[in-house]
Structure formats: structure tokens, C-alpha cells
């Protein structure tokens, strides 16, 4: 009698997916970007003395590509890009805070958007359509040399007369952040760049001082963005420690 074979039973396999940890040092993060910060302003300035003191105002593109003061390259991705990744980790710390039934998730996702209303308005320049509508009103050319500085003020005033309270109920560290990083870049964006517009003479007529100002304006709104993206930082590590993300298939 023939002997029937039996298969032989196969081992099992497991397949696990694999798992890659990422740990995010808000020091390493915050030094690297203040590197870039001081690359992107002494690239911009060695830009402005060729074109004000050499006469080369092009040099294959990138005075313009790394100019600071100017739309649409490197500096303004930089800023745009920022203040995204502030908007993004809004959202994140409003998440954990829906997540651990804690308060003020209302006023966390405020602050997401405005973040992305920045980014946003940074890469597309929105803020250049309230000009021709101030222009209109009338009072704007007897305050301010750039018309948009006014509406910005207001809008300014307001969110810190809605946030003030909130403000109030965070960490010391967090509070901190947001008080120096606000006022860096309302320093810049409105301070500075109202003393700038004083040095020209007509639209289009700069000079090299005015340069300099301008530099010194979006340096501080570069600042602040990185001081506003340490303090989201230190907040989300200090407060939701356990926070992970998982990435899975559809």
C-alpha cells in the first residue's frame, strides 16, 4: 500500500510594517531656520551693493531671486512656508486639545487660521488689494505712507482684544513666545515698512538706504516667524507628550 503524503505545513510568516520614529528638537529646528534667516539677508544685501554700487541690478536673476523686499522668491517662500508650518501645528495642538476635552479649542483653531490667512496672504500679496480700497476713504494718506499699514493696524487691534483673555490663560513659556514674536512682526510689518515708504520719493525711486530698512523689516517678520514656530513647538511638546501621527493605507 502506497503511503500518502502529507504537505508539510508551511511557517508562518509575519509581516510587520515598519515603523520609523522621528524625534522633533525645537533647538536644532529653531537654529537651522536662524541660519537661513541670516543667508537669506546677507544674500540680499550683497544683492542691493552690486545693483546700487556696481551697476549690476540683474546677474542671471538673482538679485531679484533673493531680494527681500521683493514678491514671488526665495525670502517670501521662506515666510509663506513658515507661517504654514505654524498654522499646521495650531491645528495639531487643537486636535489633542478636542481629543483630551480640554478648553480653549475654539481659540486655538482662531490662531491655525490666522496663520494660514498669513501664509497665504504672504505668497499671494491679499493685502495689496486693501491699498486702492483705503486709497478711497480718504484719511489714509494723511496717516500712513502705505495704505494698507492702516487696515492692518485695525485688524491688529481687534484680534488683540479677542485673544486677550486666552492670552492670559497660557503657559508662561507660551505666552512668552507669542507676546516677543507678535511684536517683532508688527514691528516689521507695519513699524519699519511706514518708516521705509518716508525714503521714497516717488513709486519705483529706492535708494540703498531705503534697502537697508526694508531688509531690516522683513529680518524682523522673519524673526517672529520663527519665534511664533519654537513657541508652538515647546507648547505641543511640554503639554501632549504622548502626541503621535500614523500614516495609514486607504
Same mark, same amino acid.
Request: neutral net charge.
Given at each position: 500500500?502506497?503511503?500518502?503524503?502529507?504537505?508539510?505545513?508551511?511557517?508562518?510568516?509575519?509581516?510587520?510594517? &515598519?515603523?520609523?520614529?522621528?524625534?522633533?528638537?525645537?533647538?536644532? =529646528?529653531?537654529?537651522?531656520?536662524?541660519?537661513?534667516? @541670516?543667508?537669506?539677508?546677507?544674500?540680499?544685501?550683497?544683492?542691493?551693493?552690486?545693483?546700487?554700487?556696481?551697476?549690476?541690478?540683474?546677474?542671471?536673476?538673482?538679485?531679484?531671486?533673493?531680494?527681500?523686499?521683493?514678491?514671488?522668491?526665495? &525670502?517670501?517662500?521662506?515666510?509663506?512656508?513658515?507661517?504654514?508650518?505654524?498654522?499646521?501645528?495650531?491645528?495639531? $495642538?487643537?486636535?489633542? @486639545?478636542?481629543?483630551?476635552?480640554?478648553?480653549?479649542?475654539?481659540?486655538?483653531? !482662531?490662531?491655525?487660521? =490666522?496663520?494660514?490667512? %498669513?501664509?497665504?496672504?504672504?505668497?499671494?500679496? =491679499?493685502?495689496?488689494?486693501?491699498? &486702492?480700497?483705503?486709497?478711497?476713504?480718504?484719511?489714509? +494718506?494723511?496717516?500712513?505712507?502705505?495704505?494698507?499699514?492702516?487696515?492692518?493696524?485695525?485688524?491688529?487691534?481687534?484680534?488683540? $482684544?479677542?485673544?486677550?483673555?486666552?492670552?492670559?490663560?497660557? &503657559?508662561?513659556?507660551?505666552?512668552?513666545?507669542?507676546? %516677543?514674536?507678535?511684536?517683532?512682526?508688527?514691528? !516689521?510689518?507695519?513699524?519699519?515698512?511706514?518708516?521705509?515708504?518716508?525714503? @521714497?520719493?516717488?513709486?519705483?525711486?529706492?535708494?540703498?538706504?531705503?534697502?537697508?530698512?526694508?531688509?531690516?523689516?522683513?529680518? %524682523? +517678520?522673519?524673526?517672529?516667524?520663527? =519665534?511664533?514656530?519654537? !513657541?508652538?513647538?515647546?507648547?505641543?511638546?511640554?503639554?501632549?507628550?504622548?502626541?503621535?501621527?500614523?500614516?495609514?493605507?486607504?
Amino acid at each position: 500500500m502506497t503511503p500518502v503524503l502529507q504537505p508539510l505545513p508551511l511557517p508562518r510568516v509575519e509581516v510587520r510594517s &515598519p515603523v520609523a520614529d522621528a524625534v522633533v528638537g525645537p533647538r536644532r =529646528i529653531v537654529n537651522w531656520l536662524f541660519g537661513l534667516i @541670516v543667508l537669506l539677508v546677507a544674500a540680499s544685501l550683497a544683492g542691493q551693493v552690486a545693483k546700487y554700487y556696481f551697476g549690476h541690478d540683474h546677474l542671471l536673476g538673482l538679485v531679484r531671486l533673493f531680494h527681500l523686499d521683493a514678491e514671488a522668491n526665495v &525670502p517670501t517662500w521662506f515666510s509663506s512656508a513658515g507661517l504654514a508650518c505654524c498654522a499646521v501645528l495650531a491645528a495639531i $495642538i487643537t486636535l489633542q @486639545v478636542r481629543r483630551t476635552g480640554g478648553r480653549r479649542m475654539l481659540e486655538w483653531a !482662531g490662531i491655525s487660521a =490666522i496663520f494660514l490667512g %498669513l501664509s497665504i496672504d504672504e505668497g499671494a500679496q =491679499i493685502h495689496e488689494l486693501a491699498s &486702492p480700497v483705503m486709497g478711497r476713504l480718504g484719511f489714509v +494718506e494723511r496717516t500712513f505712507s502705505a495704505e494698507w499699514v492702516a487696515l492692518a493696524v485695525i485688524v491688529g487691534a481687534v484680534l488683540g $482684544i479677542a485673544y486677550c483673555r486666552f492670552f492670559f490663560t497660557l &503657559p508662561r513659556a507660551t505666552q512668552a513666545h507669542f507676546a %516677543l514674536g507678535a511684536l517683532l512682526y508688527v514691528a !516689521g510689518a507695519a513699524g519699519v515698512e511706514t518708516v521705509a515708504w518716508t525714503l @521714497v520719493d516717488s513709486p519705483g525711486q529706492t535708494t540703498f538706504v531705503y534697502e537697508l530698512v526694508a531688509t531690516l523689516e522683513e529680518a %524682523l +517678520e522673519m524673526t517672529a516667524i520663527v =519665534i511664533f514656530l519654537r !513657541g508652538l513647538l515647546l507648547h505641543l511638546a511640554a503639554n501632549f507628550r504622548d502626541f503621535t501621527v500614523r500614516f495609514a493605507r486607504d
